[in-house]
């Protein structure tokens, strides 16, 4: 064991000195011009501290970590729930995606389908206990269908310790995914810590696509570059050239869980250059289907 530890650490010596030059080389340049989309934040503008990023949950702070990381627009992933206490920003592009979790209204959510209120549906997998393939969700589906908008799936680790992972386990997408063709469905957090499945899971099915939102939350700048690599870089680096295909992968970063900043620095290390347009913009806009978007920004990466 000693001696497999050992190996890892020369492995890791060479490896971090060869990720040092491909990060030197994957460094905004000063002509870059990169709109952001961020697929994957929540606008519950309630004013607490969220306790892992100690970031305050205000309009305020939202608005200006949207100026310092180039966002354009997102999507924020709203509550059954807790509607009331979204803010409606769809002037500034900031488009709502209704979460299921214990409950579903499928009027409520037709209605916001149809109306353009909700531009993609959220199942917490885990937080709410039933597979995706679950006869529960087949409404669901068919509205998502109907209204051709994405399905967004929690996958993966849930931030509360009464999740069952049984449930979020993102093989269990492949079943949906195969029944449903015409339904697109995105994969959150790259079903962290089940990477590999969720690569396989969206490199199979052309109708899948992946989002590396909380790979690692909290302040960034307190995690030790080999922490960020290994937990954060690596895994993104490593799906993305599994999958093959650089219209399949999203940006997000599960905001406030995470400064917006610093964990688009991060990912910007593990998506070569020549995608980023894509990654970072383009992609949103077909998966989200975000007409408001089209034509807007010019995206230049030199
Ligand atoms: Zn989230």
């Keep these: 064991m000693l001696k497999y ?35 994957h934040t929540h606008t519950r503008f309630d004013g607490r501290i969220e306790r892992s990023s ?51 209204d499928l009027k409520r959510l037709e209605k916001g389908l149809k109306s353009g209120d909700f531009r993609c549906i959220k199942i917490y997998l885990g937080y709410s206990y039933k597979y995706a393939y679950d006869k529960y969700f087949k409404p669901v589906y068919q509205l998502a269908e109907k209204y051709d908008v994405p399905v967004v799936f929690h996958t993966g680790d849930t931030y509360s310790a009464d999740g069952k992972l049984k449930f979020s386990d993102p093989m269990t997408i492949d079943e949906v995914a195969v029944d449903n063709r015409k339904v697109n469905f995105v994969i959150a957090h790259l ?10 899971v969206a490199y199979k099915n052309p109708n899948v696509y992946i989002e590396a939102s909380a790979l690692l939350i909290g302040n960034l700048k307190e995690i030790s570059s080999a922490g960020l690599d290994r937990y954060l870089i690596d895994p993104i680096r490593w799906s993305y050239g599994y999958m093959e295909d650089p219209s399949k992968y999203l940006y997000g970063t599960d905001w406030p869980l995470t400064g917006m900043k610093d964990y688009l620095e991060a990912y910007k290390k593990a998506i070569p250059r020549e995608a980023w347009c894509q990654v970072f913009y383009e992609n949103a806009i077909k998966v989200f289907k975000l007409k408001e978007l089209e034509g807007k920004h010019t995206c230049s990466v030199k």
């Design 54 to 104: 100690k970031l305050p949950v205000t309009r305020e702070q939202y608005e200006k970590e949207w100026k310092e990381a180039g966002i354009v627009a997102a999507i924020s992933h709203v509550g059954d729930d807790e509607r009331g206490f979204n803010a409606d920003m769809k002037a500034k592009n900031v488009f709502h995606c209704y979460g299921i979790e214990e409950s579903r």
């Design 5 to 39: 530890v050992l190996g890892a650490v020369v492995v890791f010596g060479v490896c971090g000195l060869l990720w040092a030059q491909k990060g030197a080389s994957n460094a905004s340049k000063e002509a870059d011009v990169l709109p952001v989309i961020d697929v």
């Design 191 to 200: 079903g962290n810590p089940w990477i590999q499945t969720a690569a396989e």
